[in-house]
């Protein structure tokens, strides 16, 4: 799709374009649904022919039924967060290939660092260390610089990525230029393996 130069646009349309600007701005901000599917671009992926295996399913209705679920749920925590007496554990079980890397582990902190940017997010893999560090890891720190070619993240809401500020910024581990709290020890995002008794490995033997 070809560049538009703004200066050759009317005053009303440079005017609907701004209005639409601030309109997706806001949406974002309150609807989770719309911040996964528009402002990330999730929606334009699963359509994208271009694209075929990614994401195909974000818009089947149970997976947006699932987005809808997990916005609301994280929603209502956001509004009542600071007056719990006990930590809440929100389970939500899905198979493979219904989308939850698209509703939940890519978007859902980077959606949470809008509402606060000193909240911290964490990606915990229990067996799978390239998943949580690789895939996931890469995915959001692309978004947070703008290198993800279907994301509007940095053109709404600004720069995420640090420069020059000592923040660490790595796959695994990021803290992004909106945290003020400069003392605070967890990142903003981190992503790790768990390692259980369950997924431990037995040592080998030693021979004799």
């Not at 719309?34 to 694209?51: E, T």
């Not at 009542?80 to 007496?85: P, S």
């Not at 660092?113 to 995915?139: C, N, P, R, V, Y």
């Not at 993800?148 to 000592?166: E, K, M, N």
Request: aromatic fraction near 8%; proline fraction near 6%; hydrophobic fraction near 30%.
């Amino acid at each position: 799709m070809p560049l538009t130069n703004l200066q050759e646009l009317t005053e009303a349309q440079r005017r609907g374009i701004w209005l639409k600007h601030r309109l997706d701005n806001a949406l974002g901000r309150v609807n989770y649904s719309y911040f996964a599917s528009q402002i990330l671009g999730y929606g334009r992926i699963a359509n994208d022919p271009r694209n075929p295996g990614n994401f195909e399913q974000f818009n089947d209705p149970r997976v947006q039924e699932n987005l809808k679920y997990v916005g609301d749920v994280f929603t209502d925590w956001l509004v009542k967060r600071h007056d719990q007496e006990s930590f809440r554990k929100v389970l939500v079980v899905q198979p493979r290939g219904t989308c939850k890397s698209a509703t939940c582990t890519i978007p859902l902190p980077i959606w949470a660092h809008l509402h606060d940017s000193e909240m911290a997010a964490a990606i915990i893999s229990a067996t799978q260390d390239d998943m949580a560090k690789g895939k996931f890891g890469k995915a959001t720190r692309n978004t947070f610089e703008g290198k993800d070619p279907h994301s509007r993240l940095t053109d709404l809401y600004g720069t995420f990525a640090p420069s020059g500020q000592g923040k660490e910024w790595r796959t695994d581990k990021m803290t992004t230029a909106k945290r003020l709290n400069i003392g605070r020890g967890d990142p903003t995002y981190l992503s790790l393996i768990h390692i259980s008794e369950h997924t431990r490995q037995p040592a080998p033997s030693r021979m004799p």
